[in-house]
């Protein structure tokens, strides 16, 4: 009991205060109304003051008057005091202290006067009230209550049955069953009943069943019969039996529980009257079995979906019906109602929410609403909730709809007034629902339309303190959307309306949270329900019959199929779809113009689809051999691009995802942005492009839609908008270009590393030409505003983003273009002046104004040294100037608007088109050929501007503080081989670039030595360049080829359009160019001696390629030849050598390689078409030394990449030679350095006035050499004697033709020296150019060998003419041991390396020079003479000594074939670096055998034999001097023999083999 512990004051002090203070704390206890605590306030207060008088602590008498007073505060009182007695009873009546226990009895016998017996008697023991006086016998009473017990709780009380008394019992129910319209109430009901039960002794039990069973009759009458009940029952438990006894006589199967009797179990458990615990454990059946049940149902749904997808055999197709027939046997004897489900069902209809609840969830999700009548009921009740609220926010303008009737039920749930009531019972009610709202479409609208109207009052509402609230309503309507609305969707029969009703919803979400919404629906959605699971199965099964079907010819039908398939389970139709285009690539076309059904939600479904399908991580997105893209990849591109043109899908989440593969480092998708670009706004990036097409490329946007792509670039003006909108609104532009633009080198050293070259190169391109596509797409659709605003300043883009220069300038150059030309818009408008010059004032002016900043920005993207060549103003107009800018292609403006005459033309004679169509399309195109021919006048203008532009800044362009090599080499490395692989355009516009510089007569640009660094080199470009950048390297090789054919093809364009031109002087004088002064220009014959020098060298380069074996080189050189095919080859020998190199490789790539096969042949047919237009060496170029000149000159600058340009006054040629050595130096970055010797041999300089020295042995060393490495070759060729004979027949052929030619010389014939000499440099640039390539381990083609056989016939005739300052003698002692050193070289070493030659070259270039500077033409008459009469007496001398070279030959022949046994492996390795491959060379047959000039040959030897012995005689004072000590000069010939050595050792084996083939 609690304790109220009293104050000890109290008791002390009791007559004086402390009485009055218990008795005043008494009342306000009582007067407190604490829901019952009082009492127990109360019961502690009189506890303390009873068990103070058991103790002793006050006398009985004072406390029993206390007691006695405060019987008057409350009724209760006496009962409260006897609770009191009886806990105190209990307690004293266990002590041992007999005086405590008086004392209790005394207390309780002084408050009998004021406390009942009767109570007493009721809570106190029998031993107490026996020695209270109040019983007589406490024995006699024990057996009197067991006696009333056992009357009470044990003897049964019978009462009459209804078959005893029915009277009783009728009387009953025709008192139920009276009409209650009147003023009948239940209470007089009540008491007529109670009257029947008396009088005809009923059973009470019996007349509440009957009461129910009236009930249930007349369930209408529900508070009448409540309220009785309620007044009639006190024991809720009994009641509950009673229902459970009646639904328990319908459990047995085959009957059925009337709906009536759930009826009045609802109402009960709605008035609370019964408990559903109570109730609930009487309904059938049991928790456990609904559950088996739920699982059974899943398990065969999920067999049912096996059945569909899987394919079976006719036998199981019989053993499969029986066993449906035996289970339909077995559902013939229906089982009992589900009774829970049915009271659910009437709970639902009578608005009982929360106990409804509580039954669905003792139940599987979803399994109670997968019943039709309970979905019903419950989206019933929804109805009812929602129905204020849309009426208010969610009824279309101008729809009426139907008002419901509220429930008068009080309990059910209240209808929602706002948004934030939904909270309450709605989205619950929703959830239980789940994917059975489809039985209720138009609630499924209702509630969308609710969620479009919290949408825009979601976007509109900005206060904060309403955010939150907000945000969780937004969460519910996501929620609801995932696991209700689509759902449902997906059971409803092909219903569009909805879709697009859902749509209207869904559109206003952001894409991330629909594509998460798709992706639920799609993966998890399906397996959680037996309906949904059969739904899946059927409409796979579905789609896989369309889609067997779907042809070209049946879209149609097929189309609408997939889009009533489409309307209820899109996610699951478009997986299906796009796994068999993943397959079958031809069914896109089909399958696109299928999709025209569709509702707007199908196609963001069918978006989401294609980028899960892209993002699948269990697929490659590489073919097994890892080198090209997986088919099904570009399948999905392909079908991406088709899709999104055609209809009108969001692009955001494509562009998001593309964007994020690029963050991450990965390029494979790039392919999928390239298509949609592509297909949506008609931009084509191709490779293969015709002429016709790149010429249209070059004009106005107009211009480029009509010719330059292959397809019509009609209608995609909407689609390209679509496409700008999403870019913009997502802010995903100038990402996408900087991560492309990144992303180009983090294909190579990031993405590359494991990666086979091949699909690395394909990625690069992909990469690099998605850049330029987008880029372009950006440029012509974006606004002036949009594009300035979003693109940043040069400087920022290169050193912020790190964006390659060559990508950051093509972004940038729009822009400029924009801007220079609203400039000029500006200025033209601020002074009114129409005439052309002011016009173009203005112009230069705008240009000034917006490109200033630019030549400051890009200081930044180069060091400082860079700028002492190039003006930033000329890098700047480098890059940001287009081929629009600088020609105008007029042939494709007239081309277009020819066919658009020929179209009207068409359209007019055709008499099958209707008028009103005719008068269309002749309007569509008179107004295209308008606007072509004013945008070519347009451009016509333009480029006029453009041009004087150019013209006022040339001057200042080039400021050559070093050397016009290095100029010329900045040019190239930073200009035009970045640009010229970028695009094809830019390919065209780099070659022009080019031309118009050299037409301006640009100060300090040299032309020659501009064209001869990009023709003498091309081995190592095009070994670095990726599939794509071949074409367009081969496309600028070919426009750089057109302009030096034009030359080359006829005096008078030569003369027009080079002579006097600052690019083609060949001696740059100290005071500055002066065009009057022949002598410095390159005469017509020997720019056609150039023209051929670069033939030959593209020959040698392509021949090296396609000798490597490596699949980068011969791909790439085959691609580069077929773009020059127009212009190359030229020269028969150098196409036979081309095409016999080209066979061998169609023959051995043929199983090998199939890609290069096919390349290969191609090239080859088109080659030997082009043999017809090929002309024999002696017409490309007079190799007959021409008439002697008056003028000396040089053509340093012209044919070698590493030429020296001399001037007149010594100190200007001092200045030029030391440019010259840092020329050679910077011509090295295309070559590898053998060594150190031949670096340093290579630099050769003549500073000391004998320049004629120098130039003669220069000469004859190349002879020299070029005849002992011929005896050389004869020694190391595994020949056999045939061959050994042919070729001192063939040595004899060459000495007479030498001496023929040697007898024309004494006859007095002149020949001019600069022409000599120029043709001796180009013969030595060539060997040594064959030299380098043999010692780089690459073997010297046949082409090259034939090449330099007809050029040495002309330097015998040379070196006579011009060798006379040395006596041979000194030479010829030291010759024979020279040779064996010679040879021993040889054979231990491959031959000498590129790099040494190139060096070479320029010494070579540079003697002559020298020569020319010293020596009158007096003197050099006397010197020619003089050596035609050494040239004499050296042939003897050669003659004998070759004999004796003829056994050493042998011998070394002998050798070599024991080796080539011994290891073939390492011979052949050997072989092929040294030339002397002879399977090679018999598959490669040398041009030069085709040669008719026999005579020349016979002088060639002599002049070879003569040479030997001065080249041997040099080398031994060499070697006598030691290496450290020797001369320039001596080091420089040293360098020319190796040189040559190489050439001739290989000429003489192709020769050979060919013979011996």
Not at 122 to 128: F, G, S, V
Not at 921 to 942: D, F, G, I, V
Not at 1307 to 1317: L, Q, V
Not at 1328 to 1348: S, W
Request: hydrophobic share 30%; charged share 30%; glycine share 4%.
């Amino acid at each position: 009991m609690a304790t109220l512990i009293l104050p000890g004051e109290w008791i002390k002090n009791w007559e004086k205060s402390g009485k009055h203070e218990f008795v005043q704390l008494c009342k306000e206890l009582t007067e407190k109304t604490d829901h019952g605590n009082e009492t127990k306030d109360i019961q502690a207060a009189l506890y303390e003051v009873c068990s103070q008088v058991v103790q002793g602590n006050l006398k009985i008498d004072l406390v029993s008057a206390v007691l006695g007073e405060m019987m008057e505060l409350r009724d209760d009182l006496p009962s409260i005091l006897a609770d009191v007695f009886c806990i105190l009873d209990l307690e004293t009546g266990a002590l041992e202290e007999k005086n405590k226990r008086d004392h209790y009895t005394h207390l309780v016998g002084a408050c009998l006067s004021f406390v009942p017996e009767a109570i007493l008697k009721e809570r106190l023991d029998p031993e107490t009230l026996e020695s209270l006086g109040l019983i007589k016998q406490a024995h006699q009473f024990n057996q009197k209550i067991v006696k009333i017990k056992t009357k009470l709780f044990y003897k049964q009380q019978k009462f009459n049955l209804l078959r005893e008394e029915n009277e009783g019992y009728a009387k009953l129910i025709t008192e139920l069953g009276q009409d209650l319209s009147g003023n009948i109430t239940s209470n007089l009901v009540l008491e007529s009943i109670k009257s029947l039960i008396g009088c005809f002794n009923l059973d009470p039990n019996r007349v509440l069943d009957i009461i129910l069973e009236v009930y249930e009759s007349r369930s209408e009458q529900d508070e009448f019969f409540l309220s009785l009940i309620k007044s009639y029952m006190c024991e809720p438990i009994t009641l509950c039996h009673i229902l459970g006894f009646k639904f328990k006589f319908y459990q047995e199967p085959n009957e059925e529980t009337p709906k009536s009797l759930y009826h009045i179990a609802a109402a009960l458990l709605n008035y609370k009257l019964i408990e559903l615990e109570d109730l609930y454990v009487h309904l059938m059946p049991v928790d456990a079995t609904i559950v088996e049940e739920h699982k059974r149902e899943i398990s065969e749904a999920k067999q049912i979906a096996r059945k569909l997808v899987t394919v079976v055999l006719p036998s199981e197709k019989s053993e499969d019906k029986e066993k449906e027939k035996e289970k339909e046997e077995e559902k013939n004897e229906k089982p009992p109602d589900n009774q829970k489900l049915g009271l659910l069902e009437a709970l639902l209809r009578i608005g009982d929410w929360h106990h409804a609840q509580s039954i669905m969830d003792q139940m599987p999700s979803f399994y109670a609403t997968s019943h039709k009548a309970i979905a019903l009921a419950l989206c019933q009740l929804v109805h009812l909730t929602v129905e204020p609220l849309y009426r208010r926010a969610g009824v279309p303008k101008g729809a009426k709809g139907c008002a419901l009737q509220p429930l008068k039920n009080k309990r059910a749930p209240q209808p929602t007034e706002s948004f934030e009531d939904l909270r309450k019972d709605t989205f619950s009610m929703l959830c239980y629902l789940g994917p059975h709202l489809s039985h209720d479409p138009i609630l499924f609208a209702k509630i969308v339309r609710l969620g479009k109207s919290f949408m825009k009052e979601y976007q509109t509402d900005g206060r904060p303190e309403v955010k939150d609230k907000m945000e969780i309503l937004l969460s519910c309507f996501l929620s609801i959307a995932d696991q209700v609305l689509l759902p449902s969707l997906s059971l409803m029969e092909c219903n569009a309306c909805m879709s697009e009703e859902l749509w209207g919803l869904f559109k206003l979400f952001p894409y991330q949270h629909r594509y998460r919404l798709y992706g639920q629906w799609k993966n998890e959605t399906y397996s959680g329900h037996p309906l949904l699971v059969k739904v899946k199965a059927q409409t796979v099964e579905r789609a896989r019959y369309i889609m067997k079907r779907l042809t070209k010819e049946n879209i149609k039908q097929s189309g609408r199929q997939i889009g009533k398939l489409s309307h209820s389970n899109p996610t699951i139709l478009f997986d299906y779809m796009l796994s068999q285009i993943q397959w079958y690539d031809n069914l896109i076309v089909p399958v696109v113009d299928s999709l025209k059904y569709l509702t707007s939600l199908n196609y963001d479904v069918l978006a989401y689809c294609i980028i899960e399908a892209l993002a699948n991580p269990e697929k490659e997105k590489m073919k097994h051999d890892d080198t090209t893209l997986s088919l099904w990849l570009q399948s999905l591109a392909s079908l991406c691009g088709a899709v999104f043109r055609k209809y009108p899908i969001e692009l955001a989440g494509l562009l998001q995802y593309v964007t994020n593969q690029l963050k991450a480092g990965k390029s494979f998708d790039l392919l999928i942005l390239k298509e949609v670009v592509q297909k949506m706004a008609g931009i084509e990036i191709t490779d293969e492009m015709t002429s016709e097409q790149l010429e249209a490329m070059t004009g106005g946007e107009q211009l480029k839609a009509e010719g330059g792509y292959f397809g019509q670039i009609r209608n995609t003006k909407k689609s390209s908008q679509r496409l700008k909108d999403a870019l913009l609104d997502h802010e995903l532009a100038l990402p996408l270009c900087l991560l492309m633009a990144q992303q180009r080198n983090g294909v190579v050293f990031l993405e590359g590393g494991e990666k086979h070259l091949k699909l690395v190169g394909h990625l690069y391109d992909q990469c690099h030409d998605t850049l330029v596509q987008f880029g372009g797409f950006l440029a012509s659709n974006l606004s002036t505003e949009d594009y300035i605003k979003r693109v940043p300043s040069i400087d920022i883009l290169c050193n912020q983003f790190h964006t390659p220069h060559d990508a950051a300038f093509f972004l940038s150059r729009p822009m400029y273009a924009h801007q220079i030309l609203s400039k000029y818009e500006e200025l033209k408008k601020a002074e009114k002046g129409n005439r052309q010059q002011q016009k173009v004032t203005k112009y230069v002016a705008a240009c000034e104004q917006v490109m200033t900043p630019v030549h400051e920005a890009v200081m930044s993207l180069h060091p400082a040294r860079v700028w002492d060549d190039l003006r930033p103003q000329f890098y700047a107009t480098f890059w940001s100037l287009t081929m629009y800018d600088l020609a105008v292609p007029h042939a494709a403006y007239e081309r277009e608007v020819n066919k658009l005459k020929a179209q009207i033309k068409a359209i007019e004679e055709n008499s099958e088109i209707p008028l009103n169509k005719k008068k269309k399309e002749k309007e569509r195109c008179t107004a295209l050929q308008e606007k072509l021919q004013e945008e070519e006048k347009k451009q016509m203008e333009h480029v006029q501007r453009v041009l004087h532009r150019l013209k006022l800044e040339k001057d200042s362009w080039l400021l050559t503080k070093s050397t016009k090599n290095e100029t010329i080499t900045k040019f190239l490395q930073l200009c035009l081989f970045p640009r010229c692989i970028f695009s094809s355009i830019d390919a065209v516009y780099c070659a022009r670039f080019v031309e118009l510089v050299h037409q301006q007569k640009t100060p300090n640009f040299c032309t020659l030595l501009c064209y001869d660094r990009v023709f003498s080199a091309i081995i190592y470009t095009v070994a670095s360049c990726t599939e794509n950048e071949s074409h367009r390297y081969g496309r600028f090789l070919c426009c750089m080829l057109e302009t030096v054919t034009r030359w080359h093809s006829n005096r008078a364009v030569y003369e027009k359009e080079c002579v006097n031109y600052p690019g083609f002087l060949t001696i740059f004088r100290a005071a500055g160019f002066d065009g009057g002064n022949k002598a410095d220009q390159l005469d017509y014959e020997n720019f056609r001696h150039v023209v051929h020098k670069w033939h030959y060298m593209l020959t040698k380069a392509s021949v090296h390629c396609l000798e490597t074996g490596d699949y980068t080189h011969i791909r790439n050189i085959l691609i580069v030849l077929t773009k020059i095919l127009p212009c190359y080859p030229k020269v028969l020998n150098l196409g036979q050598a081309l095409e016999c190199r080209v066979h061998k490789i169609c023959l051995e790539e043929k199983d090998k390689r199939p890609d290069l096969y096919a390349l290969a042949m191609g090239y080859s047919g088109r080659l030997k078409s082009q043999k017809v237009h090929m002309v024999p060496e002696n017409e490309f170029h007079h190799k007959d030394q021409p008439a002697r000149s008056a003028t000396p000159a040089s053509q340093q600058n012209g044919p070698g990449s590493t030429g020296k340009l001399t001037a007149n006054t010594s100190k200007t040629e001092e200045g030029g030679f030391e440019d010259g050595d840092r020329v050679k130096d910077k011509s090295q970055g295309t070559t590898k350095p053998v060594n150190k010797a031949n670096s340093t041999a290579a630099k050769v300089t003549t500073s000391n006035g004998n320049g004629a020295l120098n130039s003669t042995k220069a000469v004859k060393d190349d002879k020299e050499k070029s005849g002992k490495e011929k005896k050389e070759k004869k020694e190391k060729t595994p020949g056999s004697t045939p061959e050994t004979k042919t070729e001192n027949r063939r040595e004899k052929q060459r000495d007479e033709r030498a001496g023929k030619e040697e007898r024309l010389l004494r006859e007095g014939k002149e020949k001019t020296p600069k022409a000599d000499r120029e043709k001796v440099k180009l013969d030595e640039k060539s060997g040594k150019d064959d030299k380098a390539k043999a010692g780089n381990g690459e073997p010297v083609e046949p082409a090259r060998d034939a090449v330099k056989e007809s050029k040495n016939k002309e330097k015998g005739d040379r070196n006579a003419a011009t060798a006379t300052l040395k006596s041979p003698n000194p030479r010829s002692d030291s010759a024979e041991s020279e040779r064996d050193h010679k040879r021993r070289k040889l054979d231990s070493h491959s031959s000498p390396s590129h790099s040494s030659s190139v060096k070479d070259s320029s010494n070579e270039l540079k003697d002559p020079t020298t020569k020319q500077i010293n020596f009158n033409s007096v003197a050099r008459s006397k010197s020619r003479e003089r050596e035609v009469e050494k040239k004499d007496t050296e042939s003897v001398q050669g003659r004998s000594k070759e004999k004796k070279e003829e056994k050493e030959r042998k011998e070394r022949k002998r050798d070599h074939g024991v080796n080539d046994r011994e290891a073939s492996q390492e011979s052949k390795r050997r072989k092929d670096e040294n030339g002397t491959n002879s399977s090679k060379n018999s598959q490669s047959a040398s041009p030069s055998c085709d040669s008719p000039l026999t005579p020349e040959k016979e002088k060639t030897k002599r002049s070879k034999s003569s040479s030997k012995e001065k080249a041997e005689s040099v080398k031994a004072e060499r070697t006598s001097s030691g290496g450290k000590k020797e001369s320039r000069h001596e080091k420089s010939e040293k360098k020319e023999k190796r040189d040559s050595a190489g050439g001739k050792e290989e000429k003489k084996h192709h020769k050979s083999s060919d013979k011996h083939r």
